[in-house]
């Protein structure tokens, strides 16, 4: 059975560092893996998705990058700012129809 | 880009009610649907998978009789929780998928359920 698991928690960090967000799954065979981001109380936004034939996705100040072979993804979030602050999820499709296995989530303080 | 709405945006209810939540695919047809649940501070958690027109597909430990999908139309799902009790205080968050649009999923902005 797929197990997604995220560290850190939680992080707070000043506003302008680079970030490294971990993702780690137990079973390989993966279709695709996203990132999200979800604001208190609010839905999800996809940040990234990552098919199982790629290594890395980038969008604007986030780089995304996934390890089948190791079970692994990170999110890495350059010159980070407070509108960064979320819980940042990672979710794996084992299915090949994005039924999704989410992470245990990073909540990512930004301070100013 | 396709949008996925969820109605209500949030529902208070008495112990012991039944509640329907609404999924709708705005702009696109979905053929598969995707119920959450995320309770607070913990992650989402897969209820089951709803195809138009067959019966929901329901994760281990979600109780069919309790949590009723209905996937009747290609924009629309419905996920009816009987019976609330305050346990099933939760945010559920809708997710459509369709391979004619774009190989890709989207979200529902969420629902957010509190049983009194």
């Known amino acids: 059975k797929q197990e997604v698991t995220q560290i850190p928690a939680a992080l707070s960090v000043p506003e302008g560092e680079n970030l490294v967000l971990n993702c780690s799954f137990t079973d390989s065979a993966i279709y695709n893996l996203q990132w999200f981001r979800q604001d208190p109380g609010k839905g999800l936004t996809s940040l990234l998705l990552i098919q199982s034939s790629q290594r890395e996705q980038t969008s604007g100040r986030l780089n995304a990058s996934l390890d089948k072979s190791s079970g692994r993804s990170t999110l890495y979030i350059a010159a980070s700012q407070p509108g960064d602050s979320a819980t940042y999820l990672c979710?794996?499709?084992?299915?090949?129809?994005?039924?999704?296995?989410f992470g245990t989530g990073t909540r990512l303080k930004v301070l100013a | 880009g396709a949008v996925v709405s969820q109605h209500p945006s949030w529902v208070i209810c008495k112990s012991g009610t039944s509640v329907k939540i609404e999924c709708r695919s705005l702009?696109?047809?979905?053929?598969?649907m995707f119920w959450y649940r995320q309770f607070p501070k913990q992650s989402l958690m897969l209820m089951a998978t709803s195809n138009e027109g067959s019966k929901a597909t329901y994760e281990q430990g979600v109780e069919k009789d309790k949590f009723l999908i209905n996937h009747a139309s290609l924009t629309l799902s419905t996920l009816t929780v009987t019976s609330a009790h305050p346990e099933d205080s939760s945010f559920y968050i809708c997710?459509?998928?369709?391979?004619?649009?774009?190989?890709?999923?989207?979200f529902g902005p969420g629902t957010r359920l509190t049983v009194l």
């Open positions: 979710a794996a499709d084992t299915s090949g129809t994005y039924k999704y296995i």
């Open positions: 702009d696109f047809q979905a053929t598969t």
């Open positions: 997710s459509a998928y369709s391979g004619r649009v774009a190989d890709t999923q989207y």
